[in-house]
T-cell receptor, first 114, second 113 residues
Framework: EAGVVQSPRYKIIEKKQPVAFWCNPI?????LYWYLQNLGQGPELLIR????????DSQLPKDRFSAERLKGVDSTLKIQPAELGDSAVYLC????????????FGPGTRLTVL | DQQVKQNSPSLSVQEGRISILNCDYT??????FLWYKKYPAEGPTFLIS?????DKNEDGRFTVFLNKSAKHLSLHIVPSQPGDSAVYFC????????????FGQGTRLTINP
């Protein structure tokens, strides 16, 4: 079974530039998560989708971050414009969606903003 | 406000001995707890979980203990193996509904031969 796929794996941009990350969840997983992981910290939830609906985006900085999950499968997370403090690893995870289901994580995208 | 805390950033243990990783939480609403393991350049992978109705859960070499009154959980690895060297994250959630995991900062475990 293929795992959660994320691309790109690494991205270096200058501040004020836009950037986008892509995630393809495990087939059949209805729930998709985007997490932010700063250096030396644990992952923090940015947004959770149930199929194509964003059911928890309370931690997403909506002034510069946006996300979509068209057709309820793969998802894109965008930052526009990027700031120096956005340098971090962006993790995508998916699960079947019941409360105790295991979340499977992708390898993440490491973003460096110069 | 750090609701889940792992106060030891790193831990070094000799191969074959017991590794004990600790985690504290402040939110009494948490009723489901998990440990994730992370290797460099990979995403976290689920290791073991425990619900608040239990005080112990065991899976092979891994055992998680939960002390609800102290709001404390620990992961025991016996015996420790070199492949156990990784960063371990404790996470907690309220099982009803949200599936929102709150992670600790992680503990880097190094197993020495």
């Amino acid at each position: 079974e293929a795992g959660v796929v994320q691309s790109p794996r690494y991205k270096i941009i200058e501040k004020k530039q836009p950037v986008a990350f892509w995630c393809n969840p495990i087939s059949g997983h209805n729930t998709l998560y985007w997490y932010l992981q700063n250096l030396g910290q644990g992952p923090e939830l940015l947004i959770r989708y149930e199929n194509e609906e964003a059911v928890d985006d309370s931690q997403l900085p909506k002034d510069r971050f946006s996300a979509e999950r068209l057709k309820g499968v793969d998802s894109t997370l965008k930052i526009q414009p990027a700031e120096l403090g956005d340098s971090a690893v962006y993790l995508c995870a998916s699960s079947y969606g019941t409360p105790s289901d295991e979340q499977f994580f992708g390898p993440g995208t490491r973003l460096t903003v110069l | 406000d750090q609701q889940v805390k792992q106060n030891s950033p790193s831990l070094s243990v000799q191969e074959g001995r017991i590794s004990i990783l600790n985690c504290d939480y402040t939110n009494s609403m948490f009723d489901y707890f998990l440990w994730y393991k992370k290797y460099p350049a990979e995403g976290p992978t689920f290791l073991i979980s425990i619900s608040s109705i239990k005080d112990k859960n065991e899976d092979g070499r891994f055992t998680v203990f939960l002390n609800k009154s102290a709001k404390h959980l620990s992961l025991h690895i016996v015996p420790s193996q070199p492949g156990d060297s990784a960063v371990y994250f404790c996470a907690a959630s309220v099982i009803q509904g949200a599936q929102k995991l709150v992670f600790g900062q992680g503990t880097r475990l190094t197993i020495n031969p």
